[in-house]
């Protein structure tokens, strides 16, 4: 059974996963009566709003440095609205595993990145098809949605026609500081933006439609959160090894385990090399094969006025497919250079790294977030 939870309650044991809807970014009437769409009260585009990690990432992705958890420009703070404070405050706040932006404008399930990787020229990036590495899974996520929902599928929508209903956000219109890119790129949460009619607001004799098409497909999204690997970091004591960074060999984006060293990686069927580290351990490895998850939810969903979902897992093992490798890993022989340093929480620096190295890294990363290109 699912149940929905407020971010400040607990998860009980046995229980598949929460859920988080935030509806406070939702678009509506200003006190003169016109629509004010996602701007805050400051005339922010709350979803322009989010520090922009993709250069850092277009960077490392060359260079070879970290490909997770890109940490935030010092300043990040001043840069941003109270509204995108809290929102980026409360992605810290949990291990999230899957999440939808649900937007208007068009019907569409539009996956990252959203920020092209061509350079700017007069202030416009051309649209390129930019995909991260996890563009398969991230292709089937929005694919699950569109096929599910009433009439995405068909493509031919508002004008626009989008094969599948599906699209790769950059190779639409390239657009940068937006939540999906900033959710890959700083948390371990796969987010994709769903739009979802022709109408930015449609009024409200229209709604009922609206939900009638969406309501399959948004709780075949929520199933997707149990297509992937879950498991436990533990050191051979059985403490919760918190931060560890779990990497499948092939795809280049690692994600880490959560303050209890539970960890979850969506991944699609098939067969992964997956390897557990953490700084001061030794490294452990697993073969593993992913089967296709089964449907296990029933209309959670029906009633539920929405406007933005996040889903969250649990370290509990549930009745589904999804595999559970957990890793013990053992305390390497200490080294004089790594003794005493605790695992970095915010670059995920895995146990191979030389610290020399991870201190370069750091101070280029640090330079280019000063300076980007
Ligand atoms: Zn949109």
């Not at 939540?179 to 022709?198: A, G, P, R, V």
């Not at 050191?235 to 990497?247: G, Q, T």
């Amino acid at each position: 059974m699912a149940e929905r939870k407020k971010p400040h309650q607990k998860y009980k044991k046995g229980q598949q996963f929460g859920l988080h809807l935030s509806v406070y970014r939702n678009p509506g009437p200003n006190k003169l009566g016109y629509l004010v769409g996602r701007n805050n009260a400051n005339g922010v585009d709350l979803n322009r709003n989010f520090p922009d990690l993709n250069t850092y990432i277009y960077y490392n992705e060359k260079s070879g440095g970290p490909n997770h958890h890109l940490p935030l420009p010092d300043n990040w703070k001043s840069q941003v609205e109270p509204e995108t404070r809290a929102v980026i405050r409360w992605m810290q706040s949990f291990n999230f595993v899957l999440s939808a932006n649900l937007h208007g404008g068009a019907v569409v399930a539009n996956y990252p990145y959203d920020r092209s990787f061509e350079h700017p020229v007069r202030g416009v990036r051309r649209p390129a098809n930019t995909p991260t590495p996890d563009d398969k899974l991230f292709r089937k996520l929005a694919k699950v949605y569109s096929y599910a929902h009433g009439w995405m599928y068909q493509g031919w929508n508002c004008g626009d026609y989008f094969p599948d209903g599906i699209i790769n956000g950059a190779s639409w219109y390239s657009l940068s500081k937006g939540m999906q890119d900033f959710n890959y790129l700083h948390t371990n949460c796969f987010d994709i933006t769903l739009e979802l009619s022709c109408n930015k607001f449609p009024p409200q004799e229209e709604l009922q439609r609206e939900w009638l098409g969406n309501r399959e497909a948004l709780i075949q999204f929520l199933e997707e959160v149990h297509q992937g690997i879950k498991g436990t970091v533990l050191d051979e004591n059985y403490n919760n090894l918190a931060n560890a960074v779990i990497s499948v060999s092939g795809i280049n984006h690692d994600v880490t385990s959560g303050d209890h060293g539970d960890y979850f990686r969506l991944l699609l069927p098939g067969t992964y090399t997956v390897t557990a580290k953490a700084l001061g351990f030794d490294p452990q490895t697993e073969t593993v094969t992913v089967g296709p998850a089964e449907p296990t939810l029933s209309h959670l969903l029906n009633n539920v006025n929405y406007f933005s979902l996040q889903l969250l897992e649990t370290e509990n093992p549930c009745i589904t497919k999804q595999e559970l490798v957990n890793f013990y890993l053992k305390r390497s022989i200490p080294q004089v250079s790594s003794v005493g340093r605790a695992p970095s929480r915010r670059h995920g620096v895995g146990a191979k790294v030389q610290p020399q190295a991870a201190r370069k890294k750091e101070m280029e990363m640090r330079q280019l977030q000063r300076g980007p290109a």
